[in-house]
């Protein structure tokens, strides 16, 4: 992993690593929303309304997987004081929240037709908002700290402490009894007919490699702009 | 011990203590932060009559009855040991068939019979395309009785 302490290593990986992401993850989530929408068959119970479930678990998953690699990479940060770890979790911040607020969007926009409610607080929902409110308060401790934001030690500890909302959201209802449906696809497989899980598939891999495409983009210009402000200090002294 | 040793054990025992505490909070919120009662608990905790709470459980296959007026659904929900009985006054969602899911806000009348305000529907963690759904339809039903049973 020190390999890549060197940014300028990391920089030469990266370049070429975020466009075949970026590509490859865009030309999946396009096909899968098309097979979504379009090929995969309705619900027996929802009808049309259940397709919005290749939009919903990729975002949900994404916004969980955004703070767990916060968290992994703050640890990182914390123990192996390894220089690109800050500038990694920093980077999956800003995605993640986006893809907690679209899931939470999404949500609601499938519970109305089906439960019959735009919202209700229950285990679930709760515990993903409550996901939402912790990544604007990450960014937010990341904009505010004094010290240079990729080294900054109070948002490591945020981001490490914040990770015990990741299982509560998973376990929320299994613990619980909640309106929220219990998990579909568990270590012992899938309850999700094979004609919905495939294109899901296809759509959570696609989100996914769109999500490191982004935290690659913006690790890049964080890095960017580290060498700016280094090379302006020079002047300056010069 | 190295400095980098050091500081890897300090991360791992504050995440087994923040773990720790987080665990048991969850016990002790286990009970308050349920969002509904299953009819089987709700006997169990004896509410008093009027008090707003929610009940959820199965809608309990042919139990559902329309009213003379029109607009009052009578249902049975179930959890397998418990059954309650719900009078609800207004459109049911799409989602409220026999054997379903369901989730009532209201309060228990002298009676014991629940008086739903609103009614949620539940769906499951089930997927199953519409063109077997006609054959499926049975087997949910029955499925669920059995489990009633």
């Known amino acids: ?35 979504g929408l379009a090929a995969a068959p309705a619900d027996r119970l929802m009808g049309d309304t259940v397709r919005i479930l290749y ?35 920093r980077a999956a911040a800003m995605p993640g929240a986006v893809f907690a607020g679209l899931c939470l969007l999404s949500g609601s926009i499938w519970g109305r037709p089906t ?11 709760t515990s993903m908002l409550i996901l939402f409110f912790l990544y604007i308060g990450y ?27 990741i299982p509560i959201i998973n376990r929320s209802v299994v613990w619980w009894e909640t309106v929220h449906q219990p998990p579909s696809i568990t270590l012992s497989g899938s ?25 690659l983009m913006r690790m890049r210009a964080a890095l960017a702009d580290i060498r700016v402000e280094a090379r302006l200090q020079r002047l300056a002294a010069a | 011990m190295k400095a980098k040793h050091q500081r890897l054990t300090l991360v791992v025992v504050a995440a087994v203590a ?5 665990l048991l909070a969850m016990q002790g919120l286990r009970s308050q932060a349920a969002y509904f009662y299953q009819p089987a608990a709700l006997l169990k905790a004896d509410v008093p009559p009027g008090q707003p709470i929610r009940l959820g459980g199965l809608v309990l296959p042919g139990s559902i009855a ?39 806000t209201g309060r228990l009348d002298a009676g014991g019979v629940f008086v739903a305000d ?32």
Request: charged share 15%.
């Open chain 1, 1 to 35: 992993m020190h390999r890549f302490a060197n940014p300028t290593r990391f920089l030469k990986l990266a370049r070429p690593l975020t466009w075949i992401c970026f590509w490859s993850g865009l030309a999946l989530v396009l096909g899968a929303c098309i097979w």
């Open chain 1, 55 to 89: 939009i919903h678990v990729p975002t949900a998953w994404l916004g969980m997987g955004g703070w767990v690699a916060i968290a992994l990479a703050s640890i990182v940060q914390l123990v192996w004081r390894h220089p690109l770890a800050g500038i990694a979790a």
């Open chain 1, 115 to 125: 439960w019959g409610a735009w919202w209700v607080w229950d285990g679930r929902l």
């Open chain 1, 139 to 165: 960014i937010a401790l990341v904009n505010a700290s004094s010290e240079r934001g990729q080294t900054s030690r109070t948002a490591a500890i945020f981001g490490i402490v914040g990770a015990v909302n």
């Open chain 1, 191 to 215: 309850s999700i007919d094979s004609a919905f899980l495939w294109p899901l598939l296809a759509s959570v891999i696609g989100f996914s490699l769109l999500f490191g495409a982004i935290v």
């Open chain 2, 18 to 22: 923040l773990i720790g505490a987080v």
């Open chain 2, 66 to 104: 329309k009213a003379a007026d029109g607009v009052t659904t009578r249902f049975s929900v179930s959890d397998g040991k418990a059954t309650v009985p719900v009078t609800y006054r207004g459109i049911v969602p799409d989602l409220f068939v026999e054997g379903s899911g369901v989730v009532a």
């Open chain 2, 118 to 149: 609103n009614l949620l529907a539940k769906h499951d963690e089930n997927y199953v395309p519409r063109e077997l759904g006609n054959i499926d339809r049975e087997a949910v039903i029955s499925e669920s009785e059995t489990l009633i049973k």
